[in-house]
Nanobody, 118 residues
Framework: QVHLEESGGGLVQAGGSLTLSCAAS????????MGWYRQAPGKQRELVAR???????EYADSVKGRFTISSDITENPVTLQMNSLKPEDTAVYFC????????????WGQGTQVTVAS
């Protein structure tokens, strides 16, 4: 079993910064990719940023240039540095991991609230 523990959410003023962390625990698994998704009230969950083996990163267009995800998939925890935050970044942020040698190929964290006040 793989457990993902998120931390770092909170309330911040527009223009401020937050760093989210996602720590993976368990035994015998290998991570192929880790990512952050978010879900705002009344909206679908969307990809924010993702890092996979070979230091391949991808970002949602809305966060490019403002958010940075860890570039090394072996880092634990994987962090998401969020700068120049906007009210529209307000959402619950979820950590996601694609893994091998575990009971399931994909795991999710419980989510952490990020609120950006205008």
């Amino acid at each position: 079993q793989v457990h993902l523990e998120e931390s770092g959410g909170g309330l911040v003023q527009a223009g401020g910064s937050l760093t989210l962390s996602c720590a993976a625990s368990g035994t015998g698994f290998m991570i192929d990719a880790m990512g952050w998704y978010r879900q705002a009230p009344g909206k679908q969950r969307e990809l924010v940023a993702r890092v996979s083996r070979g230091a391949r990163t991808e970002y949602a267009d809305s966060v490019k240039g403002r958010f940075t995800i860890s570039s090394d998939i072996t880092e634990n925890p994987v962090t998401l540095q969020m700068n120049s935050l906007k009210p529209e970044d307000t959402a619950v942020y979820f950590c996601n991991a694609n893994v091998r040698y575990a009971a399931f190929p994909e795991y999710w964290g419980q989510g952490t609230q990020v609120t950006v006040a205008s």
